[in-house]
Nanobody, 125 residues
Framework: QLQLVESGGGLVQPGGSLRLSCQASGSTLDYAIGWFRQAPGKEREGVSSISSTGGSTTYADSVKGRFTISRDNAKNMVYLQMNSLKPQDTAVYYC???????????????????WGQGTQVSVSS
C-alpha cells in the first residue's frame, strides 16, 4: 500500500514562501494527489489537488494565485509551492492519495484513502 511522507513545513513570516513535498513509497503514476490542511479547532479542508497525469489541478479559492501544485512521477513526488503566505494559512498540511487513473483532480476529502502524517506550517511575525 502506498505510504506518504510530507516535509518542508516550518515557521515563516507573512508574505514569505514555503515549498511542501510529499514523498510516496511507491509509484504515484495512477494516483491523484491532494493537499489538505487542518487548523486547530477547524475541519480539515482541501487546499489543492492534481490528477494522476498532472493535466488537471484544483485550488481552493483561498489559495488561488498564491499556491501551485506540481508533481514529478519519476521521483514519486508531489509539491505545493506556497507564496504570499498569510497567518490564516497556519495549519497542519497533509498530502493524500487516491487511485484514479485518467480521472481529474478533486478536493473531496472523502475520495482519498491514503494519508500522510502531516507537516506543520506556521505563518507569524
Amino acid at each position: 500500500q502506498l505510504q506518504l511522507v510530507e516535509s518542508g513545513g516550518g515557521l515563516v513570516q507573512p508574505g514569505g514562501s514555503l515549498r511542501l513535498s510529499c514523498q510516496a513509497s511507491g509509484s504515484t503514476l495512477d494516483y491523484a494527489i491532494g493537499w489538505f490542511r487542518q487548523a486547530p479547532g477547524k475541519e480539515r479542508e482541501g487546499v489543492s489537488s492534481i490528477s494522476s497525469t498532472g493535466g488537471s489541478t484544483t485550488y481552493a479559492d483561498s489559495v488561488k494565485g498564491r499556491f501551485t501544485i506540481s508533481r514529478d512521477n519519476a521521483k514519486n513526488m508531489v509539491y505545493l509551492q506556497m507564496n504570499s503566505l498569510k497567518p490564516q494559512d497556519t495549519a497542519v498540511y497533509y498530502c493524500a492519495a487516491v487511485w484514479a487513473p485518467g480521472y481529474g483532480s478533486t478536493l473531496l476529502r472523502a475520495r482519498y484513502d491514503t494519508w500522510g502524517q502531516g507537516t506543520q506550517v506556521s505563518v507569524s511575525s
